[in-house]
Every structure is written in C-alpha cells, then in structure tokens.
C-alpha cells in the first residue's frame, strides 16, 4: 500500500465513521435499517438489537452473529464497508 491508498484508506474510514455516528444519532428516532447491512431487520425495542462493537450503534441481530464470528476469525468487516458508510444508501 502507497501513501497514496493510505490515505484514502484513512479518509474512506474517517467519513465511514461520522457516517455510523450521524446515523447513531438518529437511530434511536424510529429508524428500522441496519446500518451495517442496510437491511430493515433492526427490531422496534433498540435495546433488545446487539451493539456493535466497532461503533456505538445497535445492529441486527444477525449481523451481531456475524459481527461475532468475524472477530474469532480475524476478518471483521470495515466500517468503510458498512451500508450506511456507502454513497447513496442513506441520500
Ligand atoms: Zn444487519
């Protein structure tokens, strides 16, 4: 990787991040999508939902699950790569 891909990388991440946080926001006003799937799977009462634990915001359950076994495999999914990260999912 090149200090250029770096970079974007970093950007991609920052921007990643207010987007998962601007959207924690709001969440709690009635809104059903998960922001990591972009599915409307997210479940009316917000704490029965599980937490992410790359960002302080309730996801499905079955991304909870996949969340879960990402971690003990190592490969976790990028918050760059998350719906509510990527251009158009939230406009
Ligand atoms: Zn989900």
């Given amino acids: 990787m090149d200090y250029d891909q770096f970079s974007q990388t970093v950007n ?22 998960c922001p990591r799937c972009g599915r409307f799977t997210v479940k009316d009462r917000l704490h029965t939902n599980a937490l992410s634990r790359y960002a302080t915001v309730y996801i499905c359950d079955a991304c909870g699950n996949d969340e879960a076994m990402r971690e003990w495999m190592g490969t976790p999914i990028p918050l ?11 406009e």
């Fill in 12 to 33: 991609e991440t920052v921007a990643a991040k207010k987007a998962v946080d601007d959207f924690a926001a709001v969440q709690t006003d009635g809104t059903h999508f």
């Fill in 80 to 90: 760059k790569d998350w719906a509510v990260a990527k251009k158009g999912v939230t």
